[in-house]
């Protein structure tokens, strides 16, 4: 192999703020780029030697299982150093902005923070403060992108392809991080994206997002290829956003019956946590449909490709023998 | 700056004649294909590797395993090249692990892909033998390694590219040496 190579079309970025910014091309890329990263997780030796001697630090300020480990161990799977930062028994709580956790954290060396914040923008701030690169891991109610990304990427497996699926999210839409951005990665893909759930919990002209929306989960449903429930949160009863659980699971949890107005190949999806029996029954929820724990799994390849791409630098390239 | 075809190494019958050369030599190096497994490295070390298959079944009348090897996770110029690869997919379907490999590639350089091919191959398993078949070996090693079978040794400089072409990914089988003329 020679040092001569042709400049292709690539990852150009510092950051992955959201998908809102991203091309559909952009998009394309990482899902291409997470198959070959998912192929390293079904080996006997789970592990390549690419980024070894980056670290890369998860800085959560909200709980969080499943997207910090899956961080973790992608970085971990690529032979990165990754260091949790718990906020609670940080310097946070005596009072250090976030403007100077983050300067401290690369003065140690950090080549990739991923950041997860109950205020919206928070990733964009780091991102401006920083040199290093920034992952958004969820902010506020605007962006969870590698949620949606692994999503998409999902449903592209199962499927073959994004273009032309119908595809129902129901749920919180208003507060939803997950919707937000699976919304415009979708679209951006071709995808027609349906949104269900109580008038309470919509986002006003949230139609101008190029969505379909439905106030009855039945009509949402018809013929669809993707049923995603989202998350309902117990902060939304308290704040007398519909009137109890039950009501709620009547009306708009996935059960057998209501999945039935989907195509019999529907794929049902859940970025979890799943309350059980009030967003999704538990027989649809572990039935044959579902590809929750797939889900899991992909976001570990989907992370593992962004974390490829982000350290590996400024353009893309083929080496040409 | 523009590239300019300086000579022609081979042409299409040439080339023919020379993996069918390699074909016998594998064979009689591993006194037959038993055990034996051919994986080519992405991208034009597949198409040879299918070529040697297809001769060594002419041959021997076995359909030897091909494996396909991405090398991209492996190299040791990513922490420092501002350069990204595109990641493709590995896919060996067959375990590794007693097997007598011949790991194919187009042209041997500096070693540094053959040196990620090796360790991309030891994370899948451990083989008894691997072996290195290239088209072309042009010299300028920069680790200890060597080619087990080669089709043509050329002498180039640095300033020369060498161009393997072939009908599986160029539309035409032809091996040329390639210059930067500062015109």
Known sequence: ?321 | MPLVEKARIMDAEKMRRTITRIAHEIVEKNKGTSNLALIGIRRRGVPLAERLAENIKKIEGVQLPIGILDITLYRDDLATSAHQPVVHQTNVPFPVTGKRIVLVDDVLYTGRTVRAALDAIIDLGRPAVIQLAVLVDRGHRELPIRADYVGKNVPTSRREIVSVLLKETDGQDKVIIEEFRDD
Not at chain 1, 146 to 166: N, P, S, Y
Not at chain 1, 197 to 217: A, C, D, I, N, R
Not at chain 1, 260 to 278: F, R, S, Y
Request: net charge positive; with cysteine; proline share 4%.
């Open chain 1, 1 to 321: 192999m020679h040092l001569e190579r042709k400049q292709i079309a690539g990852w150009q970025r510092k950051d992955l703020l959201g998908l809102r910014d991203l091309t559909a091309e952009e998009i394309e890329l990482i899902l291409d780029t997470a198959v070959p990263m998912k192929d390293i997780m079904r080996r006997e030796i789970k592990k390549v030697p690419t980024l070894r001697g980056r670290s890369v630090v998860n800085l959560f300020y909200e709980p969080s299982t499943r997207t910090r480990m899956s961080f973790e161990l992608a970085a971990k799977y690529l032979s990165a150093d990754s260091v949790n930062i718990s906020v609670s028994t940080s310097s946070v709580v005596k009072g250090e902005s976030l403007k100077d956790t983050a300067r401290t954290i690369e003065a140690m060396g950090a080549d990739v923070i991923v950041i997860r914040h109950s205020a919206a923008g928070a990733p964009k701030l780091l991102a401006q403060t920083v040199d290093c690169h920034v992952i958004n891991a969820g902010d506020g109610f605007h962006e969870h992108p590698t949620q949606a990304l692994l999503d998409m990427f999902t449903i592209r497996e199962k499927k073959g392809r994004l273009k032309g699926l119908k595809v129902a999210i129901v749920g919180d839409i208003y507060h939803s991080r997950v919707a937000r951005s699976n919304i415009w990665g979708l679209t951006k893909m071709g995808a027609e994206v349906r949104l269900a759930g109580p008038v309470t919990l919509m986002p006003p002209e949230v139609e101008k997002m190029g969505v379909k929306v439905f106030y009855q989960v039945e009509e949402a449903l018809e013929g669809v290829d993707v049923v995603m429930a989202l998350r309902i949160q117990r902060e939304r009863l308290k704040e007398g956003r519909f009137p109890t659980w039950r009501e709620y699971a009547r009306l708009y949890g996935i059960n057998a019956r209501r999945l039935q107005k989907a195509k019999p190949d529907a794929l049902v999806m859940h970025p979890g946590p799943v309350n059980q029996g009030i967003e999704i029954t538990p027989d649809v929820a572990e039935g044959t449909q579902s590809v929750i724990q797939e889900q899991v799994t992909n976001g570990v390849a989907v992370r593992m490709a962004l974390l490829y791409l982000l350290m590996g630098g400024g353009t893309t390239s083929e080496a040409v023998n």
